[in-house]
């Protein structure tokens, strides 16, 4: 079971490329990297996911290292509205395996003008 | 497209009474289903997961229960609820074939008083 590790919180300038860096030491072959944002009373809102090299979509970068041993969330040019909590997880996509993830306490970003 | 739903969305119940949430998919079929249970300020702890009709896993003892009695239909319950059952109950789905990305509902705030 991979656990992982990220920042408690930080604080960003609208307006500011935002990254978030999650290490994953014990991350195993089959593991994927996917992160989450949460809003207050909200469930957690699936983001991106990927396993090497860099994942883009319409929200946000993935980058992944070599070794895999981390990953770092980009925001790009962030807004009021990105203030959340940012969740990694480190996990197996294969059927059944979802009782292995971890939900931890995530960073809690911090957005002001 | 794919939608899930909760409810209630808030819900006070005293010491001791009953429990009965409900969570809905729809716009797929054969969905792998989740509760979640995150006190304030927490992380999102796993209660339940459910890969068919019938079949529930739980991964912490308490005094809640889970059924699944149709295909997209997820139900959470308590004979008698605790204080330490109060908080916000998100329940989550995902494709069989990737455990790691979820998609949750909006969740229901438990106050038990």
């Known amino acids: 079971l991979a656990k992982t590790t990220q920042p408690i919180s930080m604080d960003s300038y609208e307006g500011q490329e935002v990254n978030i860096t999650c290490s994953h030491n014990n991350i195993a072959t089959n593991d994927y990297i996917t992160w989450y944002q949460q809003f207050p009373s909200q469930g957690p809102r699936f983001i991106i996911q990927g396993y090497k090299t860099k994942v883009t979509n319409e929200v946000a970068s993935l980058f992944i290292p070599a070794d895999r041993k981390s990953s770092t969330l980009s925001l790009p040019r962030v807004s009021l509205s990105d203030t959340a909590v940012y969740y990694c997880l480190v996990g197996d996509r294969t059927p059944g395996t979802a009782s292995k993830l971890t939900f931890g306490t995530g960073t809690r970003l911090q957005v002001t003008l | 497209s794919q939608t899930i739903h909760q409810w209630p969305a808030t819900l006070v119940q005293p010491v001791g009474s009953p429990l009965s949430l409900e969570c809905t998919v729809e716009g797929t079929s054969n969905p792998n289903l989740y509760w979640y249970r995150q006190a304030a300020g927490r992380g999102l702890q796993l209660l339940f997961y459910s890969v068919g009709i019938g079949q529930i896993s739980s991964e912490v003892p308490q005094n809640l229960s889970a059924s699944r009695p149709q295909d997209r239909q997820f139900i959470l319950s308590s004979k008698k609820l605790l204080l330490s059952d109060s908080g916000f109950y998100l329940c989550?789905?995902?494709?069989?074939?990737?455990?790691?990305?979820?998609?949750f509902g909006p969740g229901t705030r438990l106050t038990v008083t």
């Open positions: 989550a789905w995902t494709r069989n074939g990737n455990e790691i990305e979820q998609y």
